[in-house]
């Protein structure tokens, strides 16, 4: 693959000066386009280059004229939460034919254009492709018919293509998820959501049709999300008893006075013989078989529109930035790359390996070969049908048990969940999953209500399958949660609540006091016997400021809560004086919330150097309206409402200056697509691994006990695994004054936030390297 894009490679300012880039979407829009257009733009700039709009797609390139237009600083401010592509996008028939494409290789060679970034789907990064190894010979003969000269045909002799993918179904291999599939996952829980409602008030069932011509990703992971009775996905046609158990399904849970039945149909859903099976096929079946009022809503391009997400602002940001600084590294003998997302990172992938593997999932669908569709569609979209089979299956419920030391549970194998620190959203579905998995498992569930006060006092019940039905779209905590640590309660009096309840595994679902009252527990086995028993701990805070896991359950939530607050605040300075907000955040001594919104948003990162920037960008690029974010703990003196006074002393009078502190807003909310997914699958994964424990540590005759340090485990996302780390080995990365991990991941991206906003940097350090598609960059989370 040569040299291009080794990891760790920095890029100076100006270092690409003299040279041209024409960015362009295609196809389909996606939300986040416009974040991929404004990060090319402006790191095409730090890196010296001219950036040119290719407006329309290919349609653009081939009509030339206005539609190639040189892009500067203001042209992109404004349009980072904007949906769709405000540079346009076309269907292009004349691209397809040679003579089209010569046509498109005079345009750009007339604006000195021989660097492109594409953003589309598989259609649009191949005629990219195309087109990159056709240059030569289009060249060859432009300059036989004098429409080029020998200086021109020389100075641009190569071409280079960097793509990103937009595209709401992620059906492209190579990418953990593409441009604008995290923004359609919002768009359809909020559907889901708002029709829950009128569904529960007249007892019926909606089907409902979402995007998904040729992938399921989005029907797969909205069900997981909203609880969805049934999906339907091309990737993995319904037996063909389908109808029969369909029904009995329904009526089973509606005997169980279910009032709501939702089912996600797949635009591309079909059966077994390959036959269509559409949403309109779903409620004929409801409405004669079983009588029920079914209503079918069909989504359609309301799942391309709204806002993008705060993640889709973040992907196109980083995966645009990165688009530049590989054609930097371009040469002509390095295959075209597009730009992905593994985990926390982005990667270079050969573009043509990634078009080859995307066509060997559908020639496996026609070819009916559907296990080897879901396969090569990667570990990840195993997981999640993986999981939705589980979650799907009906048991029947038990009685609502309020536990005594007397109790019939000392009969069973146990397991326990409890929620420790301040509410986040994933928690409810975190519990929800872990309920209803470790029933199917036929382990007996025990709730700890709010933390180690309701152990103490009580509070634990038996928890049953329909109990935790609708959780996973709830924030808060229904388990109830406070600040608490295992060593102020006493782990004496923890270890005999442990023997009391026959308590043989523990899931905690918190923040750092769930990490640091897990690893008291760990550290007390030796003194207490009966707290060694398995015990893992799913990271859930906003903060995102636990060691093992590079994120944790309901950061992504705020992250949302954040970019929408901020959208809203901006927009009410709109028709007014020019105007500055300072916002601030909540995160404790970790700033991954302000970092990672100022990247969604924000134009600065605040310090009282930044009065001087924001007044030049007011001044010299337009700009109308700024926002600063500000950590709750970033320094001690400049606070919230110094710098609010700062900034309005020294900027008046070319701005005003406002303050918003977002609070507990922050917290609030319902669990974005995101953190029920996370929630739902990091709780089963759990589930498994306590299973496996209480297996190996314990037999029949009765509690077999174990002090072992890999049985009290954190589990998190380490780049795209979920790692099982035990929390022992996690103490000396964990810096406990500030309540932090010592390394954090995310502090890479501070330079390009500073960029992306026009701040001095001096040295910018490249996040990527080329790497290939095989077995294991797939087996992913």
């Not at 004229?65 to 349009?79: H, K, L, M, P, Y």
Request: aromatic share 6%.
């Amino acid at each position: 693959m040569g040299e291009m894009g080794k990891e760790g490679q920095t890029v100076v300012p100006g270092v690409w000066a003299g040279n041209t880039i024409g960015v362009f979407t295609s196809g389909g829009d996606s939300q986040g386009m416009n974040a991929a257009v404004r990060a090319v733009v402006r790191m095409g700039f730090y890196v010296g280059s001219k950036v040119y709009f290719i407006k329309e797609g290919y349609q653009g390139m081939v009509d030339g004229g206005d539609n190639i237009e040189e892009a500067t600083w203001a042209s992109v401010s404004g349009i980072l939460q904007m949906g769709g592509t405000v540079i346009g996008s076309a269907r292009c028939k004349d691209f397809r034919e040679r003579s089209g494409r010569l046509i498109a290789a005079t345009n750009l060679i007339k604006k000195g254009i021989s660097n492109l970034v594409v953003i589309g789907g598989d259609g649009s990064l191949t005629g990219a492709d195309c087109f990159r190894q056709e240059w030569g010979g289009l060249l060859d003969e432009l300059l036989q018919t004098r429409k080029i000269s020998q200086e021109e045909r020389e100075k641009y002799k190569h071409l280079n293509i960097v793509g990103m993918v937009g595209s709401i179904d992620n059906d492209f291999c190579g990418t953990d998820m593409t441009i604008g599939t995290d923004s359609a996952l919002h768009r359809i829980i909020e559907a889901v959501d708002a029709i829950a409602t009128t569904a529960l008030s007249h007892q019926r069932a909606f089907v409902m049709e979402v995007m998904g011509r040729h992938c399921g990703y989005l029907a797969l992971v909205g069900a997981l999300a909203t609880e969805a009775d049934w999906v339907f996905i091309p990737e993995w046609p319904p037996e063909d008893n389908w109808k029969e158990t369909l029904c009995k399904k329904l009526v089973a849970e509606r005997n169980l006075g279910q009032r709501l039945n939702i089912i996600l149909v797949a635009e591309g859903a079909i059966d077994r013989q390959g036959n269509p099976i559409t949403s309109d096929v779903v409620k004929e079946l409801l409405s004669t078989e079983l009588k029920i009022d079914t209503r079918v809503t069909v989504l359609g391009h309301v799942q391309r529109g709204g806002s993008p997400s705060a993640f889709d602002r973040i992907l196109g940001s980083r995966m645009g930035a990165e688009a530049v600084l590989a054609l930097i590294d371009a040469s002509h003998d390095t295959p075209a790359c597009v730009i992905s997302i593994e985990g926390n990172s982005t990667v270079r992938v050969p573009l043509m390996e990634c078009v080859e593997r995307t066509k060997e999932v559908q020639a496996c669908m026609d070819k009916k070969n559907f296990e080897e569709a879901v396969r090569l569609r990667g570990k990840s979209f195993q997981n999640n049908l993986n999981t939705y089979r589980l979650l799907s299956k009906l048991r029947p419920p038990s009685s609502h048990i309020k536990l005594t030391s007397h109790d019939e549970a000392k009969d069973h194998r146990n397991l326990a969940i409890m929620n420790i620190g301040a509410p986040a959203c994933g928690m409810n579905a975190a519990a929800r999953s872990f309920v209803r998995i470790s029933l199917t498992r036929g382990f007996r569930v025990l709730g700890i209500h709010d933390s180690f006060d309701g152990l103490m006092n009580g509070d634990v019940v038996a928890m049953t399958w329909s109990q935790v039905q609708g959780w996973a779209g709830k924030g808060g905590s229904f388990l109830g949660t406070k600040k608490q640590w295992a060593n102020d309660v006493g782990l004496d009096k923890i270890a005999a609540k442990f023997t009391e309840y026959k308590i043989d595994g523990l899931m905690i679902v918190g923040g750092f006091d769930a990490y640091h009252s897990a690893l008291q527990l760990a550290e007390g086995r030796e003194k207490h016997p009966a707290l060694s028993i398995p015990i893992v701990v799913i990271p859930c805070t906003i903060s995102n400021n636990i060691p093992g896991s590079d994120f944790s359950l309901g950061a992504d939530t705020a992250l949302n809560e954040i970019t929408d607050i901020c959208d809203r605040i901006k927009q009410s300075a709109t028709g007014t004086k020019r105007r500055v907000f300072v916002a601030e955040t909540m995160g404790g001594y970790c700033g991954y919330l302000a970092t990672l919104a100022g990247l969604a948003r924000a134009l600065a990162i605040s310090l009282p150097t930044d009065v001087e920037h924001l007044k030049d960008k007011i001044l010299t690029a337009n700009v109308q309206r700024g926002l600063v974010l500000r950590n709750e703990n970033a320094n001690h003196n400049y606070n919230t409402d110094f710098i609010t006074r700062l900034f309005a002393e020294e900027g008046y009078p070319t701005f005003s200056t406002r303050m918003n502190v977002l609070g507990h807003m922050q917290q609030g909310g319902y669990p974005s697509p995101f953190d029920r997914n996370y929630g739902t699958k990091m709780a089963a994964k759990g589930v498994e691994w306590l299973a496996e424990m209480v297996e190996t540590y314990m037999d029949p005759s009765g509690r077999r006990l174990t002090g072992n340090a890999d049985t009290v485990v954190l589990l998190g996302m380490m780049k795209r695994h979920l790692t099982f780390t035990p929390v022992e080995e996690l103490k000396e990365g964990t810096n406990f004054e500030k309540r932090i991990p010592k390394e954090q991941w995310w502090l890479k991206l501070r330079p390009l936030l500073r960029i992306l906003a026009k701040h001095t940097v001096g040295e910018y350090e490249t996040e990527s390297e080329m790497i290939t598609i095989d077995e294991e960059q797939h087996d992913s989370f």
